[in-house]
């Protein structure tokens, strides 16, 4: 069953920042990298996280 997680606009901007600190905080550099298609499964999660999370934010 999915999990429906309710954010604030904050948690949602620190959680962001998490995600990017977990791949090294570059994000120009992951998303030049998801274009070549040179990412690993750990960092495609993130970015897919970082793609929800601007979506939320309207970023």
């Not at 606009?9 to 962001?16: D, G, I, Q, S, W």
């Not at 998303?31 to 934010?57: G, P, Q, S, V």
């Amino acid at each position: 069953m999915p999990v429906v997680e309710t954010l604030s606009v904050e948690e949602a901007r620190r959680r962001r920042d998490e995600v990017l600190g977990s791949v090294g905080g570059d994000e120009c550099d992951l998303r030049e990298r998801a274009a070549r298609y040179m990412l690993n499964a750990e960092e495609l999660a993130a970015l897919t996280e970082l793609d929800e999370l601007d979506f939320l934010l309207s970023e």
